[in-house]
């Protein structure tokens, strides 16, 4: 299954919502999704700080709730957190109240005040709600790392061919994912292009 992305119509709808940071200079914005995992998380924060690179962590609250020491070494090591959840809902089959229950839920043990949709699908009255509270933040690349039948060698074609100045790129810090079999390289050919990583958004 691919997730939901961000075309122009949906700039339209969530106005204030972030897909890509405008800027000119060589900066970029790397985030992870549905983690904290104890097998993937750790790896990934080892590989971010040899490269000393900062990143957004949108996490599941309850792997949250279940993995504490988890969360504390992501903000330890220098990274934001973000709320990703409880639940991990899609927005489309779900009540608006039900729906902010589980992102306030979810507040407690990640985040309230960044937020992103799971699978990048909420409701025009969802997302006028969540606005009062979150900065709602979506990405412009989606490189399906999250799916290993893709592969993790499209994946990284993907983050080469569309990587731009302001790009908010979305990995998974899962055991489902295989970006910890690509972020050395993407963040090389990153810097080697003249990037640098920022997570101001």
């Known amino acids: 299954m691919r997730l939901f992305r961000p075309w122009f119509f949906h700039r339209i709808l969530y106005p204030d919502a972030v897909f890509r940071i405008k800027i000119s200079e060589k900066i970029i914005f790397l985030t992870f999704d549905d983690g904290p995992d104890p097998e993937s ?11 000393n690179v900062r990143a957004i962590f949108f996490c599941n609250g309850e792997a949250a709730e279940k993995y504490p020491d988890l969360v504390e070494k992501i ?23 039900k729906y ?3 992102i306030n839920r979810a507040s407690q043990f990640t985040s309230g005040n960044l937020f992103r ?28 790392d999250f799916d290993r039948s893709f592969g993790a060698e499209r994946s990284l074609h ?44």
């Open 100 to 102: 902010c229950d589980d």
């Open 75 to 97: 903000k330890e090591t220098g990274h934001l957190i973000g709320n990703h959840g409880y639940n991990h809902l899609n927005g489309w089959e779900t009540s608006i109240d």
């Open 41 to 51: 998380t750790p790896e990934v924060l080892h590989i971010l700080n040899n490269y």
């Open 158 to 201: 993907i983050l080469n061919k569309k990587l731009r100045s302001g790009s908010i790129i979305v990995l998974h810090d899962t055991s489902s994912s295989t970006c910890n079999t690509f972020l050395n390289d993407f963040i090389e050919m990153s810097i080697s292009n003249g990037y640098r990583f920022e997570i101001t958004v």
């Open 117 to 144: 949709p799971p699978y990048g699908r909420l409701t025009i009255n969802q997302y006028r709600m969540l606005r009062k509270s979150f900065r709602i933040i979506l990405w412009d690349i989606m490189c399906y």
